[in-house]
Nanobody, 124 residues
Framework: QVQLIESGGGLVQAGGSLRLSCAAS????????MGWFRQAPGKEREFVAR????????GYADSVKGRFTISRENAKNTVYLQVNSLKPEDTAVYYC?????????????????WGQGTQVTVSS
């Protein structure tokens, strides 16, 4: 009954930008920490960003700090990931995730719900 639906992925050149969106349904949005993971072929799924239920705190993987920004619009049950200065190594499927309030999203085991993912491909 819980659904997280990602959109906004695509093919961009190195240095370009995208805004990924995740629309949540079937949950009380403000009771959840939201976040993003990504997975490239042959790689482990890795944490990218998190945001607390009322956007008081955010956190990022070191590899994306200064380039990616997570935000949320609670009235629309939507979380965003603005991805700037993209590099070929950012190419991956990006997954929206949700975890109950109080959980620190950091590894896959901390996640309660997963979206199906949206592909981001960065060409050189």
């Amino acid at each position: 009954q819980v659904q997280l639906i990602e959109s906004g992925g695509g093919l961009v050149q190195a240095g370009g930008s995208l805004r990924l969106s995740c629309a949540a349904s079937g949950l009380t949005f403000t009771n959840y920490v939201m976040g993003w993971f990504r997975q490239a072929p042959g790689k482990e799924r890795e944490f990218v960003a998190r945001i607390s239920p009322t956007a008081w705190t955010t956190g990022y993987a070191d590899s994306v700090k200064g380039r990616f920004t997570i935000s949320r619009e609670n009235a629309k049950n939507t979380v965003y990931l603005q991805v700037n200065s993209l590099k070929p190594e950012d190419t991956a499927v990006y997954y929206c995730v949700a975890a109950r309030a109080g959980v620190l999203i950091s590894s896959t085991s901390t996640v309660d719900y997963w979206g199906q993912g949206t592909q981001v491909t960065v060409s050189s």
